[in-house]
């Protein structure tokens, strides 16, 4: 991947321009609010698998809990923007506007509730431990813990609704907030600990690409070496530095294909590739199909 420095001011200014325009776009949409449940207090299914992005709303009067086993793309909570970093819980309370954009095919569970649908004598743990979940947007999943099979058994108890089907359902979302205010709690008190080479890495990443492209370039910029670098990325992810380098060049070329409307030349320029046929063949290698396919596969 070569890139031509001499246009790395031109290519940052255009960036910004469009970085700009979407956020206008985003600025003069009128954020609706939306009432999915409408008179019933509870509702689960599995996430709709589709690239998609939406506009900024808010959820009328209701509790939304979404668990991510897989998608790539941003999140935008209120003011925040989280990267999708699947498998992942979101927690959203009521009146709370948030909007997706997704790059890659989603997959996963959403469960919607009013506090009204609990008891508040018998069964205020639950709405206790959603108001301690209220400001922990976003909560990642640890590979030893894979919650699919609470999810599959409450979706059963929901479509099937037989006897003491909400007491079972009850028990299971109970269950299941509670590992997420275990968890959250536990990564909230990691937080306060140094940063490791690999979520300095991590961070470089997020900050510098599409500028750079080669793992050396970070490494430098780090004060350390590629070695150290890989062996980081080994030790705490199945990825090597190299892919995770690829990985945020592959996201941000889904977002500009996706969401945009620039040429495949455009888009080569803006993520400092030296011509397009060089994105072609990176994109290819990782998509299976050219960017343009994608773009119209995906068209949205």
């Known amino acids: 991947m070569c890139r031509n420095k001499k246009e790395s001011t031109l290519r940052r200014e255009n960036t910004y321009r469009i970085n700009l325009t979407n956020l206008n776009r985003v600025k003069n949409t009128l954020i609706t609010i939306e009432d999915k449940l409408g008179n019933i207090p509870f509702f689960i299914d599995r996430f709709h698998e589709k690239i998609k992005k939406t506009d900024p709303h808010k959820h009328d009067d209701y509790y939304e809990l979404i668990y991510l086993s897989q998608g790539e793309g941003f999140h935008w909570i209120e003011t925040e923007q989280y ?59 640890p590979s030893d813990y894979s919650p699919e099979y609470i999810f ?29 205010l275990q968890l959250a709690t536990n990564q909230q008190s990691e937080k306060v600990k140094p940063m490791n080479l690999f ?8 900050k510098e690409c599409p500028r750079l492209h080669q793992l050396q370039e970070y490494a430098s910029l780090l004060n350390t070496t590629s070695q150290n670098i890989n062996a980081a990325c080994r030790l705490h992810s199945p990825k090597s530095a190299g892919e995770h380098i690829d990985a945020q060049l592959m996201l941000e070329a889904k977002r500009y294909l996706l969401y945009t409307e620039i040429t495949i030349n455009e888009i080569s320029d803006m993520l400092y590739f030296c011509d397009a046929s060089h994105l072609v063949k990176f994109f290819k290698k ?15």
């Not at 469960?111 to 301690?132: G, P, T, W």
């Not at 979520?199 to 997020?206: G, N, R, S, V, Y």
């Open 152 to 180: 599959d058994l409450m979706l059963q108890e929901f479509e099937n609704k037989q006897g003491f089907s909400e007491s079972i359902i009850n028990a299971y979302l109970a269950s299941l907030i509670g590992k997420m």
């Open 199 to 206: 979520d300095k890495f991590a961070d470089l990443i997020f």
């Open 286 to 300: 990782y998509e299976g199909i050219t960017p343009q396919q994608f773009r119209e596969q995906n068209c949205i």
């Open 83 to 141: 990267r999708i970093t699947a498998p992942e819980f979101y927690f959203l309370k009521p009146a709370q506007m948030h909007h997706w954009q997704f790059t890659d095919v989603p997959k996963g569970y959403i469960i919607m509730f009013k506090a009204s649908y609990f008891d508040h004598v018998r069964e205020c743990n639950i709405l206790n431990f959603c108001r301690q979940l209220a400001d922990r947007f976003k909560i990642a999943v």
